[in-house]
Nanobody
């Protein structure tokens, strides 16, 4: 049984920062990637950032230079540091642990950017 749990969401003013954390627990015996996805009201879920088991990262154009994804393999956690937040970053943020043939989603954490 694999469990993915997000934390760290909340309300922040435009220009502010938040740090999200994703904890992966359970029996994943192969190296896995982790993606942070987001879904705004009325929109499709989209990838914000991903990090693979070796630490290579990729970002959506909309978050490049503002968001940083990192992982601690010893703790099985993946963080998403979000800076210079904009109202359009408002969404539910989901963490996804990914293998080539299977994936596990967390329940999501709300991020609201508003003055």
């Amino acid at each position: 049984q694999v469990r993915v749990v997000e934390s760290g969401g909340g309300l922040v003013q435009p220009g502010g920062s938040l740090r999200l954390s994703c904890a992966v627990s359970g029996s994943i015996t192969m190296p896995y990637s982790v993606g942070w996805y987001r879904q705004a009201p009325g929109k499709q879920r989209e990838l914000a950032a991903r990090i693979n088991s070796s630490g290579s990262t990729n970002y959506a154009d909309s978050v490049k230079a503002r968001f940083t994804i990192s992982r601690d393999n010893a703790k099985n956690t993946v963080d998403l540091q979000m800076n210079s937040l904009k109202p359009e970053d408002t969404a539910v943020y989901f963490c996804k642990a990914e293998l080539p043939y299977r994936a596990w989603w967390g329940q999501g954490t709300q991020v609201t950017v508003s003055s």
